[in-house]
Nanobody, 116 residues
Framework: VQLQASGGGSVQPGGSLRLSCAAS?????IGWFRQAPGKEREFVAS????????YYADSVKGRFTISRDNAKNTVYLEMNSLKPEDTAVYYC?????????????WGQGTLVTVSS
């Protein structure tokens, strides 16, 4: 299994970014986590294998949307109304739910910086 995260960048507060996680092989449940400097990795959102079920951290509900295109083996994280506290390295992993123990493979991270 290989996961490739991309789409990070620098944006002003209130802006938007879309992250992508391209997966090899079969279709899996995928989750996004993030890790800010000096902090532990925290859950952001996850989506099941067919997109029928999603799960969000309270801190991003209403601002972030996770979706997938299985024809492209890609999971997306649309991030709107970004805040400085969203600044972090974002990682995608194969698994479901808010606990890292539920994930077995990780992609490399992509850096998101929200700053004026």
């Amino acid at each position: 299994v290989q996961l490739q995260a991309s789409g990070g960048g620098s944006v002003q507060p209130g802006g938007s970014l879309r992250l992508s996680c391209a997966a090899s092989g079969r279709t899996y449940a995928i989750g996004w986590f993030r890790q800010a400097p000096g902090k532990e990795r925290e859950f952001v959102a996850s989506i099941n294998w067919n997109g029928a079920n999603t799960y969000y951290a309270d801190s991003v509900k209403g601002r972030f949307t996770i979706s997938r295109d299985n024809a492209k083996n890609t999971v997306y994280l649309e991030m709107n109304s970004l805040k400085p506290e969203d600044t972090a390295v974002y990682y995608c992993g194969m698994g479901w739910g808010p606990n890292m123990a539920g994930y077995s493979f990780w992609g490399q991270g992509t850096l998101v910086t929200v700053s004026s």
